[in-house]
């Protein structure tokens, strides 16, 4: 009976003992090979139920954790990746947003703007049209700083006395 994890050209005599030393090329193939490998070797110690478990010397004990522990970093690995691809995902997903958010007309940048509009930002002085009266200013309106007065000022402009 053949065994799977052999290739065509081996038999599954003594000394392959179900082990298949052909190192793949792909980092994902060595991955799944070397985890095919540790499980090969656990399968072989302790048994397919673990039986086998009981018997084992410390020696052999560590060699099944070791193994294990192994199998234990890869998977952790392989999710910690995973979960890096999904952040990174979104990351792009947020980027592709905020990119068509700032690229629409009216923000961060102008937009299509009116013939007049235009002519204000070449450097035309905006003029009011002519309907429009001036604009009469009261004294201290266009003050950049605000105006400081008493109580007693205050009140003399409702024509009462404090």
């Keep these: 009976m053949s065994n799977p994890g052999l290739r065509s050209d081996q038999d599954a005599g003594p000394e392959h003992n179900g082990l298949v030393f ?13 985890l095919r490998q540790r499980q090969a070797i656990i ?3 302790t048994g397919e139920e673990g039986e086998d478990l009981k018997g084992l010397s410390p020696r052999e004990l560590d060699v099944v954790l ?4 192994g199998m234990d970093r890869v998977a ?3 999710k910690r990746l995973k979960s890096e691809n999904i952040a990174l995902a979104n990351q792009a997903a947020a980027a592709a947003m905020i990119a068509r958010i700032l690229g629409a ?3 961060g940048q102008a937009g299509q703007r009116p013939a007049q509009q ?3 930002l070449q450097g035309a002085i905006p003029m009011l049209p002519p309907g429009v ?4 200013l009261v004294p201290g ?6 105006a400081q007065m008493n109580v007693d000022t205050f009140m003399a402009g409702f024509g009462t006395t404090g």
């Design 141 to 146: 309106e266009a003050d950049i700083e605000a």
């Design 118 to 120: 235009a002519d204000a």
């Design 133 to 136: 009266p001036e604009p009469v």
């Design 105 to 107: 007309p009216g923000i």
């Design 66 to 69: 070791a193994a294990l522990d």
């Design 76 to 78: 952790l690995g392989r």
């Design 43 to 45: 399968v072989s110690m």
């Design 22 to 34: 052909e190192v793949p090329n792909d980092e994902d193939r060595v991955l799944d090979y070397t």
